[in-house]
């Protein structure tokens, strides 16, 4: 497949907020020392990338790095997560029975949560952010990209480019997890088809066992 065109989407690794189980959107939080420590041992072995996208956000930002050293980050902030307004850092415990929030549960999709986003904000600004990045790649006959996002962006673009169909929630996307989204050829990419094959970005084995 001379022609294909790979980009892979990589979760950023975790934060403490994360390990909390906070709502954490458009909060800049940095990675957990463990968190690096697990990414520094994590060796994929994906396509080689020709250009490396991020999120703006230094978790993503900080992910890049250990995962491509030395290789410049183009930032697009349309990767960013959900921004979760008003409910940032607060976990389930301390919104349930707030009414806005238990409206939410019931219909996130339309409802925009106080002081951020609704999901179609959020999916409008994330469609954005993937032209941007058809756009790039088309242009300048990129045929191997690395984009390092958030678990939310990761499910969206799963949900909208992979070749078997699912919906948001069913994608299952561990922190610092990989994806490679593979087309056949440049004009299919082009189009915005779905992609020809999904597959997670593999492990190399560990030599020390």
């Known amino acids: 497949m001379a022609d294909a065109v790979v980009v892979a989407l990589y979760r950023h690794g975790i934060t ?7 709502f954490l959107g458009w909060t800049d ?3 957990s020392d463990d968190a690096i420590v697990e990414l520094e ?26 995962l491509f ?7 697009i902030p349309e990767f960013r ?5 008003l409910w940032e850092g607060k976990v389930h415990d301390e ?3 707030n009414p806005q929030y238990e409206e939410w549960l019931e219909s996130w999709v339309e409802m925009q949560i106080p002081g951020g986003e609704s999901a179609q904000m959020f999916n409008a600004r994330v469609e954005s952010g993937w032209k941007k990045v058809n756009e790039m790649m088309v242009h300048k006959t ?27 929630w069913d994608w299952k996307v561990p922190h610092g997890s990989g994806f490679e989204l593979i087309w056949n050829d440049e004009e299919t990419f082009r189009r915005g ?13 560990n030599p020390h066992g």
């Open 16 to 22: 403490e907020e994360n390990k909390r189980r906070a």
């Open 81 to 85: 997560e959900m921004s979760f307004g």
């Open 193 to 205: 088809e779905r992609c020809t094959l999904l597959r997670e970005v593999p492990l190399t084995e």
């Open 142 to 168: 990129i045929q191997a990209a690395a984009i390092v996002t958030h678990g939310g962006v990761i499910r969206y673009l799963l949900s909208s480019l992979a070749n078997e169909e699912r919906q948001f």
């Open 95 to 97: 919104l349930a029975g």
């Open 29 to 31: 939080a940095p990675l």
């Open 41 to 66: 041992n994590r060796k994929f072995k994906a396509a080689p990338c020709q250009w490396l996208v991020s999120s703006d956000l230094q978790r993503c930002v900080q992910t890049a790095n250990i």
């Open 69 to 75: 050293p030395n290789k410049e980050i183009y930032q």
